[in-house]
Nanobody
Framework: QVQLVDSGGGLVQAGGSLRLSCAASGRISYPIGWFRQAPGKAREFVARITWNSGITVYADSVKGRFTISRDNAMNTMYLEMNNLKPEDTAVYHC???????????WGQGTQVTVSS
């Protein structure tokens, strides 16, 4: 069983930066990533990383601005967000895949608000 606690959101001006953290309890054996959901919109994939190999995948909307990483010793994943835009405003959730191949474990979410 994996439990995820995400944090690090806040209010920032456009062009600013934030770093989100996702602390995991339990062994991470599958890809883990970030999703976001803005009010009135569907949940959107942001980025993911394969825990052991470190291979990363990004949504086109964040490529070149966001960086996903993990610290194996701390069992924590990060999302470094630079050059933030108002359209990045959303609740961000970390999530881990499970044995079924889908994202089974979710963090509670952290609010990111970017003002123009």
């Amino acid at each position: 069983q994996v439990q995820l606690v995400d944090s690090g959101g806040g209010l920032v001006q456009a062009g600013g930066s934030l770093r989100l953290s996702c602390a995991a309890s339990g062994r991470i054996s599958y890809p883990i990533g970030w999703f976001r959901q803005a009010p009135g919109k569907a949940r959107e994939f942001v980025a993911r990383i394969t825990w052991n190999s470190g291979i990363t995948v990004y949504a086109d909307s964040v490529k070149g601005r966001f960086t996903i990483s993990r610290d194996n010793a701390m069992n924590t994943m990060y999302l470094e967000m630079n050059n933030l835009k108002p359209e990045d405003t959303a609740v961000y959730h970390c999530a881990s895949e499970g044995p079924t191949g889908g994202y089974e474990y979710w963090g509670q979410g952290t609010q990111v608000t970017v003002s123009s």
